[in-house]
Structure formats: structure tokens, C-alpha cells
């Protein structure tokens, strides 16, 4: 009876020391996420509209106080619609916050994933998009947007900064 007892309590003492260990590599994990700095995001990112003359889409991200801001002009004809974009920390989570001008309010997704290069951002409870990725490649920058069932590409080509004004 005494040895069971023993490997009783050496088994609770090893269940109960394990989630202590998952729970400080999650938060070590989660600090490195916002030492981060999304840098290569910055400037002016013109979308190719595949030959469409009548359809111009930029997207611009600076930094501010706060974090990083993006804004999206989308010109077609003479319509002008944007949507703002932030990138920031809280609570120790990085999340970025989108608000297209058509919608009432922001939706918010948590960075899940990040890279000197690439970021995806959830949220599972939205209708569309679920998740949304951004991948620097040289010139180019990749916003890949969806849900379990599509999954939507947009390529952007850094412009020169005065080619917006």
C-alpha cells in the first residue's frame, strides 16, 4: 500500500508540474511575439488589378504611437472607399484591427503566428475572413485573406511613396 501511495504522489506531483511548464513557454512565447517589430510593412503597396485601368488599390502603413496604421484606398472611377488598419500589443497579445469604411465597427483577429516576413491573424467567431496573412518577399507583398472553404490572394508591388499623393 505504502508504494502505491509513493507512485501516487509521484504522479500527481509530475501532472501537476507539467501545465506549469506549457503555461511559462506560452507566455516566453508570447513576449517574444511582441518584441517583434513589423517594419517591413512600412511604405506605400500598390495591388495588381490585373490590367483593370479603371480599378487602383493601395495599401499605406506607417508607424505611430500605438503601433503600426495602415490605410487601404481602393479608387474605382471616380468612388474612393478606405479601410483603417492597426497593428498593436495588448495584454501582452499582438492584434490586428481592421475597419473597412462600409462597416459599422472594427474586427478585431489575434496575430497567431509571426516572422521577420509573414504574420497571420485570427478570428474564428468572424464570418469572413477568418484568418489574414501578410508575406514580405523582396518588392512584393503578399495579403492573403479566407476560411476553411476559400482563400483569396491580393499581390502588391512597393511603390514610391510620392506616386500616391
Known amino acids: 500500500m505504502k508504494n502505491i501511495t509513493i507512485l501516487l504522489l509521484i504522479s500527481l506531483?509530475?501532472?501537476v508540474s507539467e501545465p506549469k511548464n506549457e503555461?511559462?513557454?506560452?507566455?516566453?512565447t508570447i513576449q517574444n511575439q511582441s518584441d517583434m517589430d513589423f517594419n517591413w510593412l512600412l511604405g506605400?503597396?500598390?495591388?495588381?488589378?490585373?490590367?483593370?485601368a479603371n480599378m487602383n488599390h493601395f495599401e499605406t502603413w506607417t508607424?505611430?504611437?500605438?503601433?503600426?496604421?495602415?490605410t487601404g484606398t481602393t479608387i474605382m472611377d471616380e468612388t474612393v472607399t478606405e479601410e483603417q488598419i492597426w497593428i498593436f500589443t495588448r495584454n501582452d497579445s499582438i492584434f490586428y484591427k481592421a475597419h473597412p469604411q462600409q462597416n459599422e465597427t472594427p474586427t478585431l483577429f489575434h496575430i497567431t503566428?509571426?516572422?521577420?516576413?509573414?504574420?497571420?491573424s485570427?478570428?474564428?467567431a468572424?464570418?469572413?475572413p477568418k484568418y489574414i496573412e501578410?508575406?514580405?518577399q523582396g518588392d512584393s507583398l503578399y495579403a492573403n485573406i479566407g476560411d476553411h472553404n476559400q482563400r483569396i490572394e491580393f499581390k502588391f508591388r512597393r511603390q514610391d511613396e510620392r506616386s500616391f499623393r
Open 13 to 15: 506531483v509530475g501532472c
Open 23 to 28: 503555461s511559462k513557454t506560452s507566455t516566453e
Open 44 to 52: 506605400v503597396w500598390e495591388r495588381s488589378m490585373n490590367g483593370d
Open 63 to 70: 508607424i505611430d504611437s500605438f503601433g503600426m496604421t495602415g
Open 113 to 120: 503566428e509571426i516572422n521577420d516576413s509573414f504574420f497571420r
Open 122 to 124: 485570427e478570428n474564428k
Open 126 to 128: 468572424h464570418d469572413f
Open 134 to 136: 501578410y508575406l514580405r
